[in-house]
């Protein structure tokens, strides 16, 4: 449409704040996806990372820990911001697509103003976790020209060449920016492997581990879940896709470790089976680990396979081990049929990882106990506990939408209570009953 260049130059950008052990996944993959075709001429800049190795090793701290006011303003007063930025408007690109998250929004703002003071006919799309309508009032949109909400796989060739009429897109328009979401739910079957070559990959911080993916969006309903709001449909790849992904990597860059970023490795049975089968054939040596949620079908057998090909360490959304929290969260388990996965888990030679939810709405103070006493009895089996966190209402939850099912009463200040004296003061007092607890066990949590 507007576009009349022979070639588009297009530079993804990965926002600070994210991880520097190994590239970002979502650049990774959409960079593959434009790289075949050849009217495109496309770059990579992993800001985060190039910031991260220009700072001091008390900023570096910043990266490994949720300091949201850091990435909010402190990040602004980084002394070699301005050096990085003058960099990146250097890349001369046509259309610079940013990916990062919430955070991200600020450095957004400010790097969009910088570009755009530069060269007016800059393009700016955005998209990734960064690119949900309800963080849209903290954007400046006057600034950017498109975003793509939403999977982008098989709209993001059309939408950079300016193709808005393609039948696959969903285009809406409002003054200056346009926002795309796609018609049809892209095949994850047979996704193009990511070519690394892109990247500085001899920076990052772990020299054999690599991201990878099997699936996208989740089969299960728990009520305090916003993640899956935003994929309408559960997605699997080819096992053998996913294999022959991992081949490719051991070859071109003899990269042996990977982080599985689905929700959950386990959300189809049949998959993770195939999979495991046409790995475990190859009889190549890898390491590699991931989330899962508690099911029955984690048999021991079925463990012992997944140790035998490679994997090491699962985290298990276990949340709470009260029937009544499980059942008020919607989990499809008891806590009995999680103290047996977990049991099987580790007794398969992996490492088991839990994650717990405290204050969620019809928690009593007796299911903190139960849970603390479960957690004592069984904390042998349990190698760390992850994550403890005050349940949020976030956005797109169940419980967001349905308070009343609840009993859920919002306060002046936007904060809430709910039965049982489940109010901001109650919450705090159990995690902190819940993470002494940890540390007494040996089980210090990672994230708090």
Request: aromatic share 12%; net charge positive; with cysteine.
């Amino acid at each position: 449409m507007f576009y009349v260049l022979e070639f588009m130059k297009l530079l993804f950008v990965n926002l600070p704040p994210w991880s520097v052990e190994s590239p970002p996944i979502i650049v990774s993959y959409l960079d593959a996806i434009v790289s075949k075709d050849k009217t495109i001429k496309s770059e990579i800049y992993d800001l985060n990372l190039e910031l991260f190795l220009l700072s001091e090793e008390e900023t570096k701290t910043i990266w490994k820990k949720q300091k949201c006011k850091y990435w909010e303003k402190e990040v602004f007063d980084h002394p070699k911001l301005s050096e990085l930025l003058k960099i990146l408007i250097s890349k001369k690109a046509d259309i610079v697509c940013f990916v990062g998250t919430m955070f991200s929004i600020s450095l957004l703002n400010k790097i969009s103003y910088e570009l755009k003071k530069q060269n007016q006919s800059i393009k700016i799309l955005i998209g990734g976790k960064i690119a949900k309508e309800e963080y849209s009032n903290k954007i400046e949109k006057s600034l950017i020209d498109f975003i793509i909400y939403g999977e982008a796989e098989n709209i993001l060739i059309d939408v950079i060449k300016g193709n808005f009429k393609s039948n696959k897109l969903n285009v809406v328009q409002e003054n200056n920016l346009i926002t795309f979401s796609t018609k049809v739910s892209p095949s994850l079957k047979n996704i193009n492997f990511p070519n690394y070559e892109k990247f500085r990959l001899e920076k990052y911080e772990d020299q054999k581990r690599l991201p990878i993916f099997f699936s996208r969006g989740c089969k299960k309903n728990c009520a305090f879940c916003s993640d899956k709001k935003e994929y309408n449909l559960f997605k699997i790849r080819d096992p053998k896709n996913v294999v022959d992904e991992i081949i490719n990597n051991y070859i071109k860059y003899e990269r042996t470790d990977y982080h599985v970023c689905d929700l959950i490795i386990n959300g189809d049975m049949s998959f993770l089976e195939r999979f495991l089968d046409l790995l475990n054939k190859k009889n190549i040596k890898i390491s590699w680990a991931g989330q899962a949620t508690i099911r029955k079908e984690m048999t021991l057998d079925l463990l012992k396979k997944l140790r035998m090909s490679g994997c090491h360490n699962i985290a298990y959304g276990v949340e709470s081990f009260s029937d009544n929290v499980l059942k008020h969260m919607d989990k499809d388990y008891s806590s009995s049929e999680a103290i047996t996965v977990i049991k099987n888990t580790k007794f398969a030679g992996i490492n088991v990882g839990i994650n717990l939810l405290v204050g969620f709405p019809g928690e009593k103070k007796e299911d903190i106990d139960i849970t603390i006493d479960l957690l004592e009895k069984y904390s042998m089996f349990i190698d760390q506990v992850n994550s403890i966190n005050i349940f949020s209402i976030q956005v797109g939850c169940f419980v967001s939408k349905y308070p009343d099912k609840f009993d859920i009463k919002f306060q002046k200040n936007l904060d809430w209570t709910a039965k049982y004296s489940n109010n901001k003061e109650s919450r705090v007092k159990r995690l902190n009953k819940l993470v002494n607890v940890c540390k007494k066990n040996g089980l210090i949590p990672e994230w708090v």
